[in-house]
């Protein structure tokens, strides 16, 4: 799978440096995909807390961290969900731990090692603005 | 103030009202044609019967398309978007295209301008719904019975993006 990298507009014009982004939906809310920062210094898989009772997940709250993101103290709850990563064309899914975070004011999720990186082998092409996402192989077999 | 008349009702009807009856409202699915108004895309008649409380069926998206563009609103028609998903609107563009005009190819990251601080679903470079919530993003995705490509918020600093990498 290839992703291009996303460029948001800067509220000064032209656009922001384009980021490595992915798509990953969550079981039970298929027709929005979350957009996630791939982060390789990330140790958790994190999205906003706003989305799981989206996808029909509830957040029990059995399990919680708190840790600072840019100056901002948030809150994460884990839950075990079914992802998909899909560029539109291909899609693969797997069973990992996605922290659900409230307060997330930032633009995307992180996918990092547990519950991503773990699960792939990522090609990053900076200089042409993609990256190659394909499932290590016994995820292929799954 | 323009006088109309439409299905033999007259209204005077300006730009600020139009505007202001769209507050809190979203666009719809463009199919083909489509208004800019406050940057974003709008079916005509959407628009004409939010503004006027009248029942679409009574009057068409020529009547509606040429009443707004009489208030000053720029007007397209989303033939290439059209061509290659039936249901997509392309994003508004900043509202200076020529009235009448086919709607300019946007890069994603133009397209996003107008939706600064908002949740958005696109796909492709088409922006689907922007909205204040997620919530509101995907109610709009099942109401019109569309799938996006992806779902974010979107930010205008690079700090915004650089920040969220845990501390």
Known sequence: MRFAFRALPSASGGALTPRPVVDIALEGLEVAPVACLLDTGALRTRMSAEIAPLAGIELTGDLTEEFYVGGVKTVGQLARVTLTATDGADGFSWDAPVWFCDPWPHPFGLAGLEGFLHHFLVTINAYDGYLEVEPEPWLQGA | ?167
């Open chain 2, 1 to 167: 103030m323009p006088t109309m008349t439409i299905s033999g009702h007259q209204y005077n009807l300006e730009s600020r009202s139009v505007e202001a009856a769209l507050q809190g409202a979203l666009p719809e699915p463009i199919h083909e044609h489509f208004v800019v108004i406050n940057g974003r895309r709008w079916p005509p008649k959407q628009v004409l019967a939010l503004v006027t409380g009248l029942d679409r069926a009574d009057f068409t998206t020529h009547q509606a398309r040429r009443a707004l563009t009489r208030l000053g609103f720029p007007a397209g028609r989303a033939v290439r978007a059209r061509a290659r998903h039936p249901e997509t609107s392309r994003a508004a563009a900043p509202p200076s295209g020529a009235s009448g005009a086919d709607g300019p190819a946007v890069p994603l990251a133009e397209a996003l301008r107008p939706f600064i601080g908002l949740w958005v679903a696109v796909r492709d470079d088409d922006v689907l719904v922007a909205a204040p919530s997620p919530a509101e993003v995907v109610a709009w995705l099942a109401k019109h019975r569309q799938r996006a490509q992806s779902m974010f918020r979107v930010v205008g600093s690079e700090q915004a993006i650089t920040s969220a990498a845990p501390q």
